[in-house]
């Protein structure tokens, strides 16, 4: 099979599009990246050996713009459509793969143009607007929330699985903002660092760049030892060591957890388009799988009620709830639907 992965923008979006890649190419097929000069796509993507082929257009989102930066944005849009039909033609593209973003838009029109069959992968617990636009167009359409979805889960690297297991009590914590950090959850881990030293509890915390000089100050100020990164791409790593993460509720890093059977305390971005990290957590929460609470004056009192719970039940939990091997079984759809 030859297959065209489109879409991109964030961290999120691209590391679907990897986990895809990886399965794909394992089985013996042939895939190329059709994305954006904006956003992370090139970081991502621009050296990536999986790909026989990988396109950065110029696009940038739709959304966000008004007046004539709006038009601006469509002519992008479709002068990368009209490029994408080409490369499409070139590579013999038998179906295509789009894990949402605005840099997915001209590939999947594109392959819609030209009856191509397009999969969409939705990763939030609200659906994004070019993905709602083009669901009723596709071929077949795959969330981890959806419960009429025909495959269940949410595709991660096969090391979280690898390394899954459950939590017997809380010796290490994780605090996790997301590649740029986030103010509120670094606030709280220094609010609540000595009683966790107190508790003999070991830190493992990424600060974000901005803000890992005034955190690392303030943790030799208490003299606190903690393990402290600014940004690091080594959570694959250091995730299977913790028992208890407290994190943003991206859908990539909610799932890698929830994968690996490590139980969380989400503290939503609250400014996430759609309000769609709360909503992600929420799901977690409804499915009484971790705990979610919005930034608040109330979130250290939250946080530590928590601590003296049991993580073994929200452990095992996470373990029966999460699909093993998603991005194999979606490839595998795609090639049973051609």
């Not at 970081?43 to 990988?54: D, I």
């Not at 709280?188 to 107190?198: D, N, W």
Request: contains cysteine.
């Amino acid at each position: 099979m030859k297959l065209c992965i489109t879409g991109g923008g964030t961290g999120g979006h691209l590391m679907i599009a990897q986990a895809l890649v990886e399965s794909a190419v394992a089985k013996g097929h042939e895939v190329i990246f059709i994305g954006s000069t904006k956003g992370q796509d090139k970081q991502y993507f621009e050296n990536h050996s999986a790909f026989s082929n990988v396109y950065f257009l110029e696009t940038t989102g739709v959304v966000n713009q008004k007046g004539l930066g709006k038009l601006k944005a469509l002519y992008k849009i479709f002068k990368a459509f009209l490029t994408s039909r080409k490369i499409l033609e070139k590579h013999n593209i038998q179906a295509t793969y789009s894990v949402g973003g605005f840099s997915a838009a001209p590939a999947s029109f594109a392959s819609l143009s030209k009856n191509t069959p397009l999969f969409i992968h939705e990763q939030n617990a609200v659906e994004g607007r070019l993905n709602s636009l083009l669901k009723s167009h596709a071929k077949r359409f795959i969330s981890a929330y959806d419960k009429n979805s025909l495959i269940k889960g949410y595709p991660v690297k096969e090391s979280f699985s690898k390394t899954a297991r459950v939590r017997e009590s809380l010796k290490t914590i994780i605090f996790l903002g997301g590649s740029h950090g986030a103010k509120a959850i670094n606030d709280l881990a220094l609010s609540v660092c000595l009683e966790l030293k107190k508790r003999e509890i070991k830190i493992i915390h990424q600060a974000g760049d901005s803000d890992y000089e005034r955190v690392k100050k303030e943790y030799e100020s208490l003299d606190v030892e903690v393990e402290l990164y600014g940004f690091t791409k080594e959570l694959p790593n250091l995730m299977p060591h913790a028992d208890l993460a407290v994190s943003r509720a991206g859908a990539s890093t909610l799932w890698e957890l929830t994968t690996n059977g490590c139980p969380a305390f989400y503290v939503p971005y609250p400014y996430a388009a759609g309000d769609h990290q709360y909503f992600n957590a929420k799901f977690i929460v409804d499915n009484d799988l971790g705990w979610c609470e919005r930034e608040s004056e109330e979130l250290k009192d939250k946080f530590l009620d928590i601590l003296d719970g049991s993580l073994r039940e929200k452990s095992e939990k996470l373990m029966q709830y999460a699909s093993k091997d998603v991005a194999s079984q979606m490839i595998d759809d795609v090639v049973n639907s051609l």
